[in-house]
């Protein structure tokens, strides 16, 4: 549709239409309007797969490595291969709205939603977030900047303000926006946090710079409650409320509308901009008549058909794509983002030839994380434990022994299809019902997990039930559990363990949707024993999704089991040792106390290097954490939340069918130079540009591995830079690195330019990255790498001026492989230049 034809739908509406709009019709979707040919506008979290709406576990998506795995990757080609992948998985789940990716930076380590973000620098950022945009749009989905802007931690996240300086804001936080709106991007979702003074509903930012000086032409959704008011959010550039179908809006906006608080022109542009998206997304078809349940081509995906009846969110999905190509682009990824940070006595490759008898130890070996915690979270098609991908890769040539080591998970494990089956069918898994206030069934069905997140409510249902005959695989003590708000039930054989009521102590829709307290209870069972377990919960209102019956069987002494890995190690020719975080360190709605791994970890490592000096240690983790081994141990591989194709990424790697080609998108330290705490609500930025490799370079020590770093299974040598005499006002300049590949077998490097002005006349930091390029080289071969350095490289936001403007003179351009090793050198001059 043409802009004119948009302005001709809104005046055809009344008021109350289009007010109507602008919340959501449920949690995912947007109101239908068939008589303009609308149908619901459908949305789903990412950013590592397509959920769609709700959360069931029976339907799977492809599952990508993390935000901070993709960005190790320095690959905007791979990313927007990526990008293209989730756009089919949206498609195929009906799903019109990605709301991913999520462009705010590492200004702190301890963030605890650092792994959904992609890097500490902002030109990193903005060219992967860029990529990742341009991929998901090329097949007509709609990518999410998120989360506009300084939402960079989790404490107090909902209410605190951010107070950020101007130059700060432009130059750091808003430039991956501002790249995203240069990419396109569709959609823009305004954060929770507030801004110096406002929140970001209601910030004058939305409108300025946003869509004015950027010319953002999309749709501004609000985080998920981040609409607070109805004047203030209404008059501000915000455009849709989510989720729905209440919200501040709706009929109170229509009276403010009338009472002349709000313009009418200001819902107009609202109701034009969700239109503008609809008709990018295929949901606006003049003529098409479709219901307002949103049961068009995108399908109702949100547990309840039009009449709310019951609905099961898999018969509307085609089968879930298992193709050798997709599993080979995952795994493809895995390896581009594997970041080799120490390679002494040349540990890696594994010699598969070599090798008799190996042992693969430590507590994130064979139950790994693929993803992080929180709203980000999808179920995997499938996923390859290390454990598994190193077997696979040896199967016929070496044994392969595996142990634990220590328990790091204070967590109860939900019920599975391995320990649990239905007590009506005796299929794996657990049936789910619905009661009404007298306990008569409402709706059943089958389900693959303890964990139910969102069944299939009808109306009148009162209490969500849980009954599975758990089926003991060893004697001794089991630990069961509940969790859920409100009144919790727990039964063993109709004996009662558990009935007690868990007031809801937090507002954060993360920890109230997703992960309410367990309440605790043992159970004496013996091997081959039966017992049919029934948890129930009441559903009381605001009391969030999650119900969950839990299970966790005996298990040995934590000494035991520490002994056992260490005689395994002994015994071997090498050690894969595979350490991690877990979801209480690292997830959505609480950031990190400190930066180190949990549980006896790092005890393990001393233990198990002492008895095998040929470790290999693997970090399972999001973001930085503590290392105070690593000059103890020769190899140190860092795997990110890697995605469904862990292991046998992981085994590629260590093997040596592919190398390593991660490299830190953010700075590795064992402790953090910003904190994440709030005081009395407001957070100071008060490093203001000097985060992350920007702070270490201030420092009077430096950081474990520096932003920038990561090995190959080759050298490089750097041989020469070429840098202009002289750029060009206004206008980008390219820099020629040549390097050389000396060692003995192909590799890739990324070539990294950076700049410094150490004699400027205003604050600057001591460098900044201001370009970067991969190579790929045979070995003794020569390259050539083309780094373009942006414009904006040399310019600083002047907030007296509210310009961009430039220092004339020269600046230092330094070029190598990291933040901390820059061999080459050269100059260039510049001229003054303001852009407005």
């Not at 109709?494 to 954060?508: A, F, Q, S, Y």
């Not at 002994?563 to 350490?579: I, N, R």
């Not at 950081?703 to 202009?724: D, I, K, N, R, V």
Request: hydrophobic letters at 40%.
């Amino acid at each position: 549709m043409t802009e004119d034809e948009f302005d001709d739908v809104v005046r055809k509406l009344d008021l109350e239409q289009k007010v109507r709009l602008l919340t959501g019709a449920t949690a995912w979707r947007t109101h239908a309007l068939p008589d303009i040919g609308l149908r619901s506008i459908v949305t789903s979290d990412g950013p590592i797969g397509v959920r769609g709406m709700g959360w069931d576990e029976r339907s799977t998506s492809l599952t990508l490595p993390s935000p901070t795995g993709v960005a190790a990757s320095w690959d905007e080609d791979l990313v927007g291969r990526l990008g293209v992948l989730l756009a089919a998985e949206a498609r195929r789940k009906g799903v019109d709205v990605l709301l991913a990716p999520t462009i705010n930076l590492h200004r702190s380590p301890l963030g605890g939603r650092h792994f959904e973000c992609y890097s500490e620098d902002p030109l990193l950022t903005a060219r992967i977030g860029a990529a990742y945009i341009r991929g998901v749009q090329s097949r007509g989905v709609a990518a999410t900047a998120k989360h506009y802007v300084a939402n960079d931690s989790e404490t107090e996240r909902l209410t605190l303000d951010a107070r950020v300086d101007d130059r700060t804001l432009r130059e750091l936080y808003m430039a991956p926006f501002e790249a995203a709106v240069e990419a396109g991007v569709w959609v823009v979702m305004a954060a929770y946090n507030g801004v110096n003074g406002a929140t970001m509903t209601e910030n004058p930012l939305l409108a300025e710079p946003l869509k004015g000086e950027w010319g953002f032409d999309g749709m501004v959704v609000s985080d998920w409650g981040a609409v607070r008011s109805t004047v203030p959010a209404g008059r501000a550039a915000q455009d849709l409320a989510m989720p729905g179908p209440d919200g501040p809006w709706g009929d109170a906006l229509v009276a403010a509308v009338r009472a002349g608080e709000v313009p009418e022109e200001a819902v107009d542009e609202k109701v034009r901009r969700l239109l503008r998206l609809a008709s990018r997304v295929g949901a606006l078809s003049p003529g098409d008549v479709l219901d307002d349940a949103g049961t068009g081509a995108s399908g109702a995906l949100d547990g309840t058909g039009p009449e709310g009846t019951p609905h099961d969110p898999t018969t509307h999905i085609a089968p879930t794509p298992r193709d050798a190509e997709s599993r080979a682009l995952l795994r493809e990824a895995v390896v581009a983002s594997t970041v080799l940070l120490r390679n002494e006595r040349s540990v890696l490759p594994l010699d598969p030839d070599r090798l008799r008898r190996v042992a693969v130890i430590g507590p994130s070996a064979a139950a790994p994380r693929i993803q992080g915690g929180g709203s980000a979270g999808v179920y995997p098609v499938s996923s390859v434990s290390p454990l598994d991908g190193i077997r696979d890769a040896l199967a016929g040539r070496a044994e392969v022994v595996h142990a634990t080591g220590v328990h790091i998970s204070g967590r109860p494990t939900p019920l599975d299809l391995e320990n649990s089956c239905d007590p009506l069918t005796g299929e794996p898994g657990v049936l789910v019902r619905l009661l009404d206030a007298s306990g008569a069934e409402l709706h059943a069905e089958h389900r693959l997990t303890g964990r139910i997140l969102e069944p299939a409510l009808v109306d009148g249902s009162a209490t969500v039930e849980i009954a599975a005959r758990l089926c003991a695989h060893a004697t001794g003590t089991w630990n069961l559990a509940v969790s859920g708000w409100g009144h919790v039930f727990l039964s063993a054989d109709g004996v009662t363990l558990i009935d007690e009521e868990v007031e809801r102590d937090t507002d954060d829709p993360a920890t109230v949707h997703l992960t309410p307290p367990y309440r605790h209870a043992t159970l004496a069972l013996a091997a081959g024993q039966e017992v049919e377990l029934v948890a129930r919960r009441r559903l009381d209102p605001d009391s969030g999704l999650a119900s969950v019956l839990a299970a966790d069987p005996p298990r040995g002494s934590d000494e035991e089991e520490f002994a056992s890995a260490v005689e395994l190690a002994a015994g071997a020719d090498v050690v894969v040792l595979v350490v991690g975080t877990t979801e209480e360190v690292e997830s959505e709605g609480y950031d990190r106390t400190d930066l180190s791994l949990p549980g006896d970890q790092d005890a393990l490592v001393r233990a198990v290097v002492a008895a095998n000096p040929d470790t290999v240690v693997v970090v399972n983790a999001g973001g930085p954490v503590a290392m105070p081994w690593r000059e103890e141990v020769p190899a140190v591989l860092l795997s990110w939340f890697p995605g469904q194709e862990y292991g046998d990424g992981l085994a590629e790697v260590l093997f040596g069918d592919a190398e390593p080609g991660g490299r830190l998108p953010t700075t590795w330290a064992g402790r953090a130079l910003a904190g994440t705490t709030p005081v009395d609500g407001v957070l100071e930025y008060t490093e203001g540009l000097d985060i992350g490799h920007r702070a270490w370079l201030r420092e009077p020590d430096a950081p474990a591995y520096w932003f920038g770093h990561g090995l190959g299974y080759t050298t490089w040598e750097y041989e020469g830079l070429t840098a202009p005499g002289h750029a060009e006002p206004g206008e980008p300049f390219t820099v020629r690195v040549r390097l050389r590949n000396t060692g003995e077998r192909a590799g890739s490097e990324v070539v990294q330019v950076y700049l410094s002005r150490p004699e400027s006349a205003l604050p600057r930091p001591a460098l900044w990255l201001a370009g970067f390029a991969k190579v790929h080289a045979g070995p003794g071969q020569a390259v050539e790498a083309e780094i373009e350095v942006p414009a904006r490289a040399v310019q600083h936001w002047s907030a007296d001026a509210g310009a961009w403007q430039g220092e004339p003179g020269a600046f230092t351009v330094l070029a190598g492989r990291s933040a901390g090793d820059l061999p080459l050198r050269g100059t260039v001059g510049t001229d003054t230049v303001t852009s407005v």
